[in-house]
């Protein structure tokens, strides 16, 4: 992976009004339309953005970055080896169903992710060997050997349990009607358009939520986000496009939130995917020059400036960086500094190489004005290094199968972050893992 924008700043505005102009409805502006609401399988940051009201978690992130129970009631206990891991589980919760929760549900769902053919937690729970339920208010995970990062993967999708009522009901069809343990219950759906949750009558701690309805619409273009925004249209608006937050900063009908994110904004490049992700990937030859050749991707990111790409397409909103490590992690070396643009050395290595310029490249990146604007800016740069790179704009959804398909020899592309680090680098590195 090379990256070349990291640590992009999570941008959000908030109007002043109810935009339904019903009493206790929120409507929020997601900036994709996230990909079929199952944890099993979705990937997306914006599906998580949904979870975080209906699916709650064996554990939960702190405002600190520290993990902290959730429907959990305690952080787990590991054995003298630290191959088995024993978790204690809250008493009296029912999932949006009127299911209990407890210990056979937990079994149940981390089965499906480690077993499932289409899992994309199966590899975040590798280590697990077994699950076991002690009794209904404990399970106890079988490792098959120590695993430092498990706990906070259970923090995130990995530790979203599901009703197991509503698994026999529906099987793989559990995203079109998800029920989980969560503040709101889904309600419906248009693909595209936007997704309404409804305030459960189950949840455990029904009596602080003031909100009966969220309606998380779907709008794609920055520019038209920010002038629902302005119009009251919609009450939030996420990710709102570095342009947008500098007009948007002088209106006091609108409260701004800015901040660093644990996630980061790059550009991937394809060396082994050739047959597609899944549980039983090869890493193969992909036979571009870019694959083939580590002097070409040394020289490609050396043909790059992050600071006028800072610039001149995110008007100086983002933290330009050079690995997956947000400098808000504890984890972060800040002993590291980016080379700067140096096309000089971009040249000797292209020379290096053997290849003759100018060197096709394919850059796939998510349609919208601020990705394509990126796009043209990294292609001028690089054809000044003997690249002719091809832009190629494509649905987020769709960008992301191709993606997971190999189908591509650039693709810029986010992750949204994990507290621990090794999050951020064992998914898109390890030929194991689920991306």
């Not at 064996?58 to 129970?69: A, K, M, S």
Request: proline fraction near 7%; include cysteine; glycine fraction near 8%.
């Amino acid at each position: 992976m090379l990256a070349v924008v990291l640590c992009l700043f999570a941008l959000s505005g908030c109007g002043s009004g109810p935009a339904s102009g019903q009493p206790g409805v929120l409507t929020l502006a997601l900036a994709e339309d996230p990909d079929p609401l199952d944890p099993t399988t979705s990937s997306t940051f914006v599906s998580r953005i949904v979870y975080a009201d209906m699916c709650e978690k064996l554990y939960d992130v702190g405002p600190r970055l520290q993990i902290v129970p959730q429907l959990a009631s305690a952080l787990p206990t590991l054995s003298k080896d630290r191959r088995a891991m024993t978790i204690r589980l809250r008493r009296g919760i029912r999932f949006n169903d009127g299911t209990a929760f407890d210990a056979r549900a937990v079994k149940t769902t981390l089965d499906r992710y480690r077993t499932f053919k289409e899992s994309s937690r199966a590899g975040e729970l590798a280590s697990v060997a077994s699950v076991e339920v002690v009794d209904p208010s404990t399970v106890r995970l079988h490792l098959s050997a120590p695993s430092a990062p498990l706990t906070s993967l259970l923090a995130d999708r990995a530790g979203m349990i599901l009703s197991p009522t509503q698994l026999r009901r529906r099987g793989d069809k559990f995203a079109t009607s998800p029920v989980c343990v969560g503040a709101f219950r889904y309600t419906d759906r248009v693909a595209g358009d936007h997704i309404t949750l409804d305030r459960s009558p189950y949840y455990y701690d029904r009596g602080k939520v003031r909100l009966r309805r969220i309606i998380f619409k779907v709008i794609t273009e920055g520019p038209v986000r920010a002038s629902n925004l302005r119009s009251g249209d919609v009450d939030v608006a996420e990710r709102l496009e570095p342009f947008d937050v500098v007009s948007i900063k002088g209106d006091p009908s609108i409260a701004l939130q800015q901040t660093t994110s644990i996630g980061y904004q790059g550009i991937t490049i394809n060396t082994g995917n050739t047959d597609g992700t899944g549980k039983r990937f090869r890493p193969g030859r992909v036979r571009t020059p870019l694959a083939r050749h580590a002097e070409l991707r040394e020289a490609f990111e050396a043909s790059l400036d992050r600071e006028v790409i800072n610039k001149v397409v995110f008007y100086n909103q983002v933290t330009p960086d050079c690995g997956p490590i947000s400098p808000v992690s504890p984890w972060f070396d800040r002993g590291r500094h980016c080379a700067p643009r140096d096309l000089a050395k971009a040249r000797r290595l292209v020379a290096r190489s053997g290849v003759k310029a100018p060197i096709p490249v394919k850059l796939l990146l998510p349609a919208s004005s601020q990705q394509e604007r990126l796009g043209q800016v990294v292609q001028a740069m690089a054809r000044e290094a003997g690249f002719a790179v091809k832009v190629e704009p494509s649905e987020f959804t769709t960008a992301l199968d191709r993606g997971d398909q190999g189908d591509f020899d650039l693709f810029q592309i986010g992750w949204s972050g994990r507290v621990d680090p090794d999050g951020n680098l064992y998914n898109q590195q390890q030929s194991e893992g689920p991306l």
